[in-house]
């Protein structure tokens, strides 16, 4: 892998840079023997917009099968992809294009595509994944049992590899969290509790990830994080959505996928006009066939 | 659906659309298919589920106006199969007549549908490369494929009345 993002950093260059590259750069990276120093190499040669793109990728879990239509749509949330220069080309297609670039460099490995021939998921190597949290620095944290805490205001991207007891106060510090533009809560139980601290001190969030918690409601406060761009929340047992949802009108993302009791979708859903992608994922296997008839039967009514 | 969701042009995933029948006041909230015919952007997979229809749906099946839905790649119809009876064949038959696709889709998954017919325009699909039909228990005949050369794969089950493919 490093042999392989090397030799592409090198073909980007021109032939007459190649000998001080050679001579100087590459020895200096390779002589202490640390792996991550010689991968920088490649990293410091991307584009400011790319290396926020690839940063981000360090809230991911070790070895996350990562889904990369999701990843981009992260990355235009964030704002690390934009459109000002791509012509009439649509953001997801320039948001492609990043990713491309960024899996030929090798900072992504074992692609899997669907039947279409479309990207569908990627992994990052752990030397990767290590380079990618050593760039975030502060930036982006993810927090683990035992690991790192929150305690800088530079902070911007959160997610937690660990269980959290949401009956608890959630274990960011207010002054941090609300300087949050993402937040992502991998695992862990749900208590009603949490939406209260979400909706008033996380107000300056553009993601926010509560999948799979067996979350019963979404609370009406949610109108209150009115930047937010990416809302998932898949894998829960909620029936309806409130009607504050209608609020969010830079959403672009709303994520429903497998939460197998939702029955209707808020009426004034069509206020949310930046929404660009509404999954509530129907592709069940025929055997939950009579389960998706019963939770679909709202969707109309 | 909650009306309105054709107001949402930026769509370009929707990954199911639930088409339900106009039967209490309530139900006036409720939209057809024929919202989709601005929502131009649409790319992906789509799933059309059919949960009730009337003789409305014909009219809002074509203005739906797929045939304009370029970025496509997947689109499943599926009826509940607990709305069929004999006396709606011919209503099935005008539905997915009426639903007119683009030539761009490359798979087309069609599930309880409970016409006799199935409509030529699938012989026109010239990138499809795997159709799927699944419980369409009164088809007795599949339109001619050989006209589309991509196709790789044609899984039929439980089409309990088929006598022939038109090859």
Known sequence: ?301 | MPRGIGKLTSLQTLSCFVVARNTSPKSKMIDGLDELRMLNELRGSLEIIVKGYEGSCISEFQGAKLIDREYLQSLTVRWDPDLDNDLNIDLYDKMLQSLRLNSNLQELIVKDYGGMRFPSWVSNLSNLVRIHLEGCRRLKHIPPLDGIPSLKELSISYLDDLEYIDL
């Open chain 1, 1 to 301: 892998m490093v042999i392989k993002a090397i030799a592409r950093l090198m073909s980007l260059k021109d032939r007459a840079q190649w000998l001080p590259f050679i001579q100087q750069e590459l020895p200096n990276r390779v002589q202490d023997d640390n792996i991550i120093h010689t991968l920088k190499l490649s990293y410091d040669a991307l584009p400011s917009f790319l290396k926020h793109c690839f940063a981000y990728c360090s809230l991911f879990p070790k070895g996350h099968k990562i889904d990369v239509k999701y990843l981009i749509r992260l990355w235009i949330a964030q704002g690390f992809v934009s459109s000002s220069n791509s012509g009439r080309r649509c953001i997801e297609v320039v948001g492609l294009k990043c990713f491309e670039s960024l899996l030929w460099r090798s900072f992504f490995h074992e692609v899997e595509k669907d039947r279409f021939g479309n990207i569908e998921s990627c992994k990052m190597h752990d030397f990767m994944h290590d380079l990618a949290t050593k760039v975030a620095g502060f930036q982006s944290i993810k927090v683990e049992r035992g690991g790192k805490q929150i305690s800088n205001n530079m902070t911007r991207h959160v997610s937690f590899d660990m269980e959290l007891d949401l009956s608890q106060q959630m274990p960011i510090p207010l002054p941090f969290a609300k300087c949050l533009r993402t937040l992502m809560l991998l695992i862990g139980e749900w208590d009603e509790g949490a939406w209260v601290s979400i909706c008033r001190d996380f107000r300056r969030l553009r993601v926010l990830v509560l999948s799979d918690f067996g979350m019963m409601e979404v609370s009406p406060l949610i109108k209150k994080l009115k930047h937010l761009k990416y809302l998932d929340l898949s894998n829960n047992e909620m029936e309806t959505l409130p009607d504050s949802v209608t609020n969010l009108v830079n959403l672009q993302v709303l994520k429903l996928n497998a939460c197998s009791n939702l029955k209707e979708l808020p009426r004034g859903i069509a206020k949310v006009i930046n929404l660009r992608h509404l999954d509530v994922g129907c592709t069940l296997d025929d055997d939950l066939f009579q389960k998706l008839r019963v939770c679909l039967v709202g969707l109309g009514n």
